[in-house]
């Protein structure tokens, strides 16, 4: 059975940082485009980076230059570092997966809420 | 950026009723077209891609239409389970992107 499971979520301080994590299961993670998308409160969704098989990334502009995506792949886990975090940034962020080689979603993890605050 | 506008923005039907969710790209998408389901408190859920082809496990009534520009969502006869948020979503270009979202209510 495919699982994804985010952790790391929490409240933060404008301009500090904070890594969230995908842990998989079910699937080889280094096998498939894997993806963060995010939703702010009461909005809609936002793509926000994904990692292709091949280790290729890409970012929406909204966080290029602040957000790294990566993996390990002997634990199977995707990753978000996200730094400079703006109140912009406050939302659920999702994990999700293919399955395979494409860039729509049918797995998708239950999501961590990341705060923006003072 | 591909800019994705739904329409409507709110949908009331009633129960048994059909329902049409349109979506529309600022350029061509060829068919790398999905749509997603979203429930109050959940992650969204995969109900179409390439534009007319059901995600696993999705009912024969969800069914997809459309090319480059234009796309289309029904819901054949809608289920008290249907009611929800519906996102369709492009993957031909980067960055990808969402609509803004139709919200499908009970009438």
């Known amino acids: 059975e495919v699982q994804l499971v985010e952790s790391g979520g929490g409240l933060i301080q404008p301009g500090g940082s904070l890594r969230l994590s995908c842990a998989a299961s079910?699937?080889?993670?280094?096998?498939?485009?894997m993806s963060w998308v995010r939703q702010a409160p009461g909005k809609g969704l936002e793509w926000v980076s994904v990692?292709?098989?091949?280790?290729?990334?890409y970012y929406a502009d909204s966080v290029k230059g602040r957000f790294t995506i990566s993996r390990d792949n002997s634990k199977n886990t995707l990753y978000l570092q996200m730094n400079s975090l703006r109140a912009e940034d406050t939302a659920v962020y999702y994990c999700?997966?293919?399955?395979?080689?494409?860039?729509?979603?049918?797995?998708w993890g239950q999501g961590t809420l990341v705060t923006v605050s003072s | 950026e591909i800019v994705m506008t739904q329409s409507p923005a709110t949908l009331s039907v009633s129960p048994g009723e059909r329902a049409t969710l349109s979506c529309r790209a600022s350029q061509s998408v060829s068919s790398n077209l999905a749509w997603y389901q979203q429930k109050p408190g959940q992650a969204p859920r995969l109900l179409i891609y390439?534009?007319?082809t059901r995600a696993t496990g999705i009912p024969a009534r969800f069914s997809g239409s459309g090319s480059g520009t234009e796309f289309t969502l029904t819901i054949s006869s809608l289920q008290s389970e249907d009611f929800a948020v519906y996102y369709c979503?492009?993957?031909?270009?980067?960055?990808?992107?969402f609509g803004q979202g139709t919200r499908l209510e009970i009438k």
């Open positions: 999700a997966r293919g399955p395979g080689l494409v860039l729509y979603a049918g797995d």
């Open positions: 990692i292709y098989s091949g280790g290729s990334t």
């Open positions: 079910g699937f080889t993670v280094s096998s498939n485009y």
């Open positions: 390439g534009a007319s």
């Open positions: 979503q492009q993957y031909n270009n980067w960055p990808i992107t």
